[in-house]
Every structure is written in structure tokens, then in C-alpha cells.
């Protein structure tokens, strides 16, 4: 049964994004080893490259991330890290100073810097304020959309045998709590992302998507991004290289179940997703 979705909006510098109408965001990774080596972007051609290719196929939001948080990915310091960022922001802001961007840290001070020096829209937590104490504070302060993502754990250790009693109960516990300490803070526009792959089984991803229309009960936006991992080819075989269509079957599933952004790689396809989608629901 197709999910019906009421309005719903994030203030995004002072103009309301209506998700309703599910958003596409598209991912530029300037790191030198995201797991899926086809968005690894890192001289000033490929991601000027990259930023005009989302912004032409589509995406209304660029996720930058400098950050890997694939499975035992390399520790950077917060200075590295803000460094890469740097190169890709001034680009971006060059060639597409009315973008909306979001910044993929968990760290508070390059959430700050990224949002004060250069403009960004959006606080992309994987960690939902578990690796630095500061960030909801921060983002409280700053007045910016926040995503908080689920994870068991850390990128260097979240897939040493993830054991859950009962995942959507302690998924749904864990988002309860969060959101709570944020409207503490004064906090509105808040978008959960259940954190597909990180700390979670094969069996775990599925079990989380078969329930994915469950995330309403918070009546908040829901980000899904399952773009080429490894639930898609740990499962049909192959390699993130060769997981395109079924990356795109799973986002064409979350938007059924109420998804209002996906997160992806390859955002013509997830465009196409969205459009068909929302003809069928009219």
C-alpha cells in the first residue's frame, strides 16, 4: 500500500523545503577512500565535475563529506578533514552559490566552521552526537536542520558482530531519546536516518527497511541512504561498482514507505525514482 505523506517542512535559510515531495541529495565524497571508489573526488576538475553533475541530474541538496565512514576506514584529524572540506566548499560556492548544502561530520567545531565560513545549510550527524558531546549544542545554537543517524558504535568497529535483542525497538528508543534531548534544546527541524549499514547484518538492514514506514510514529523527516552498499551486493553478488539497479529498486521501496530524502550516488536514477513514485500517488 502506498504511503500517504502530509506536509512537511525544514526551514533552509530562512525558505521552507517541502519534503514532502521526497528530496534527492546527492553525495560528494572528497576523501581518498570512500568505499564505493567511483565518488572518491579530490583534484578541483573532478569535483567541479561531480558538484555540476548532481546539481544537472537533479539533486536539490549536496551531502560533502571528507570524512570515510566505511568499515575500518582511516581515523583523520578534525584539521584534515576540514582542509578537504575547504577545497570542496569554496568550489561549490563558486560555481553554485544558491546551492543547498549539507556537511557529512560528526565532529561539532567543522560543523560550525562549514556552516559560519562557508554557508552550509545542513548538519549530517552518522553519529547523532555520540563521537563529540558538543554537537547537539551546536547545532541548537547554530539554528540549522539536523540529521542524526543510528549507529551501533564507531566506522572503525561498527561491524564486530552487531547483536541487537530487538532492532526496531532499540532503533526507535535510541531516536526517542535523541530527539527529546534536542527539542530540549529548542531544536525543530530534525531528520532521522536509521542508518542503514553501519552496525548492522545483512538480516538487520532488510528486517530495518521491511519497517521503514514504522518511522512515522515520530512524525519527522526520514533520510534513507543505501546507495550501492553492501546490503545491495552482499546480497545479489558483485561489487559496489555493480550495484546500481538494486540501489535503486531499495530507494524506490523507501519512498513507497515514506522516505523524504534519499541519499545517493547516482542521483538521475533516483530522480527518475521519485517521479514515478509521486505520479502514482496522484
Known amino acids: 500500500m502506498m504511503k500517504s505523506i502530509s506536509p512537511i517542512y525544514i526551514n533552509v535559510k530562512g525558505h521552507l523545503l517541502d519534503l514532502a515531495i521526497p528530496q534527492v541529495m546527492g553525495i560528494l565524497n572528497v576523501t581518498p577512500d570512500s568505499f564505493y571508489s567511483g565518488s572518491r573526488m579530490q583534484t578541483e576538475e573532478e569535483i567541479t565535475a561531480r558538484t555540476c553533475r548532481i546539481i544537472d541530474e537533479g539533486a536539490s541538496i549536496i551531502d560533502i563529506g571528507a570524512y570515510s565512514s566505511r568499515?575500518?576506514?582511516e581515523h583523520i584529524s578534525a584539521e584534515e578533514e576540514m582542509r578537504r572540506l575547504r577545497t570542496g566548499l569554496e568550489i561549490i560556492n563558486r560555481i553554485y552559490p544558491d546551492a543547498i548544502v549539507s556537511v557529512d561530520t560528526f565532529r561539532a567545531d567543522v560543523a560550525e566552521?562549514?556552516?559560519?565560513?562557508?554557508?552550509v545549510a545542513i548538519v549530517n550527524d552518522i553519529s547523532a552526537g555520540e563521537m563529540d558531546g558538543r554537537m547537539f549544542e551546536t547545532v541548537a545554537r547554530l539554528g540549522v536542520p539536523?540529521?542524526?543517524m543510528h549507529m551501533r558504535g564507531t566506522p572503525q568497529n561498527m561491524q564486530q558482530e552487531p547483536h541487537y535483542e530487538n532492532l526496531i525497538k532499540e532503533v526507535f528508543m535510541y531516536f526517542a531519546r535523541k530527539v527529546?534531548?534536542?527539542r530540549d534544546l529548542g531544536m525543530n527541524d530534525i531528520i532521522l536516518d536509521p542508518g542503514f549499514g553501519f552496525g548492522k547484518t545483512l538480516e538487520h538492514n532488510y528486517e530495518l527497511m521491511s519497517?521503514?514506514?514504522?518511522?512515522?510514529?515520530f512524525e519527522l523527516p526520514l533520510l534513507v541512504g543505501v546507495s550501492r552498499k553492501s546490503m545491495v551486493y552482499?546480497?545479489?553478488?558483485?561489487?559496489?561498482?555493480e550495484s546500481l539497479n538494486g540501489t535503486t529498486v531499495l530507494d524506490t521501496v523507501a519512498l513507497i514507505k515514506g522516505a523524504n530524502i534519499l541519499r545517493v550516488h547516482d542521483v538521475r536514477e533516483a530522480v527518475e525514482a521519485v517521479r514515478i513514485i509521486e505520479k502514482?500517488?496522484?
Not at 552482499?234 to 561498482?241: I, R
Open 71 to 73: 568499515q575500518n576506514a
Open 113 to 119: 566552521q562549514c556552516v559560519k565560513d562557508y554557508g
Open 146 to 148: 539536523y540529521i542524526m
Open 180 to 182: 527529546q534531548q534536542l
Open 211 to 217: 519497517h521503514l514506514e514504522e518511522f512515522s510514529i
Open 234 to 241: 552482499k546480497l545479489l553478488g558483485g561489487t559496489p561498482q
Open 280 to 282: 502514482l500517488k496522484n
